[in-house]
């Protein structure tokens, strides 16, 4: 990319979206441009060129890529229904694109027979970019840290966590690092065709991420486990949380229990030159969401 060139950043008001328009923003390598259905909300400043607008909606996808060099694509559908408009789109318009997918989606399966519907989903994202003739690079992030903030209320309201699954292992990544990873394959050449499969530095089971909150906090915090079936009965009670994720989210979690030790990888420093923060370094950053 040459430093006039403009980034049209999608999905730029959440996780990671937003690190990674404050991250380019810092790295001054041209126009930023973010496309939100929420611009009150949306990282401003002098160098960004916030525009509104759905990304299903063709024409204000449009509106948005004309002129944009390269995508930041995140997915953020329960399907891959408004893909081929969504990737058609961009290929009229810019050279290449770097797409959040999901650690979900597992090599050597096609999209239809992902077990996850996740996977299923981003899979069929990642085949229509491939095949689509537009220079890409693929993010497979394992679970975010930020999902932890699903228990801000709990922590709030006093020292249990309760959830089902408690010795799920997991290698949490901060969005700061997904971000990174991204930045550096929109700005910098030789990232073309690559997956990166990007995982946190450490696995901790739900119940040690839990006790590490405490930690940072100075609270003798602790896991109380539930069963699944008076879990899936919170979650569904919960407005915040979508009912479609719930039944997904616990199938994922007991797959998770019976896969081996999640495997760390070390792609968040080899294509950055820092190691991927620490989660008890992500929960310092969020100190503050769990404090009443
Ligand atoms: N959570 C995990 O553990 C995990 C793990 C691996 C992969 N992932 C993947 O990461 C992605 C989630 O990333 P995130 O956590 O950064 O997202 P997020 O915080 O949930 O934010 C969602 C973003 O999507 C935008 N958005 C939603 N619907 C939109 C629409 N119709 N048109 C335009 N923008 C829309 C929202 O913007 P506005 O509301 O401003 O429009 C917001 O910026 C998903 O694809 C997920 O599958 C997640």
């Not at 890529?65 to 995508?71: I, L, P, T, Y």
């Amino acid at each position: 990319m040459t430093s006039r060139s403009t980034i049209l950043v999608t999905g730029a008001t959440g996780n990671v979206g937003r690190q990674v328009v404050s991250q380019l923003v810092a790295a001054r390598s041209g126009t930023v441009r973010t496309l939100t259905r929420t611009p009150a909300t949306a990282v401003r400043t002098g160098q960004v060129d916030v525009r509104q607008g759905d990304l299903s909606d063709p024409v204000a996808l449009e509106a948005a890529v004309a002129g944009a060099d390269a995508v930041f694509l995140m997915w953020p559908f329960h399907s891959a229904e408004p893909a081929d408009a969504v990737v058609d789109t961009i290929k009229c318009h810019a050279r290449r694109v770097v797409f959040l997918s999901s650690g979900a989606v597992q090599d050597g399966l096609a999209a239809e027979q992902q077990h996850h519907p996740v996977g299923r989903s981003h899979a069929r994202v990642e085949r229509l970019i491939e095949e689509s003739g537009l220079a890409w690079t693929r993010l497979r992030p394992s679970t975010f840290a930020t999902n932890t903030l699903w228990w801000a209320d709990q922590i709030r309201a006093g020292d249990v966590v309760q959830g089902a699954y408690g010795a799920v292992p997991m290698a949490l990544l901060h969005e700061a690092d997904i971000a990174a990873v991204a930045v550096r394959a929109l700005v910098e050449a030789g990232h073309d065709r690559a997956t990166y499969h990007l995982t946190g530095p450490e696995a901790l089971t739900q119940a040690e991420q839990v006790r590490a909150i405490g930690q940072v906090l100075g609270r003798p915090l602790q896991w109380h486990e539930l069963s699944r079936q008076e879990a899936r009965r919170r979650l569904l009670a919960d407005d915040s949380f979508p009912d479609a994720f719930v039944d997904p989210l616990l199938d994922g979690y007991a797959d998770m229990l019976a896969a081996p030790h999640p495997a760390i990888t070390h792609t968040v420093e080899a294509v950055t030159g820092t190691p991927a923060r620490t989660y008890r370094a992500w929960v310092s950053d969020h100190a503050a969401d769990f404090r009443m």
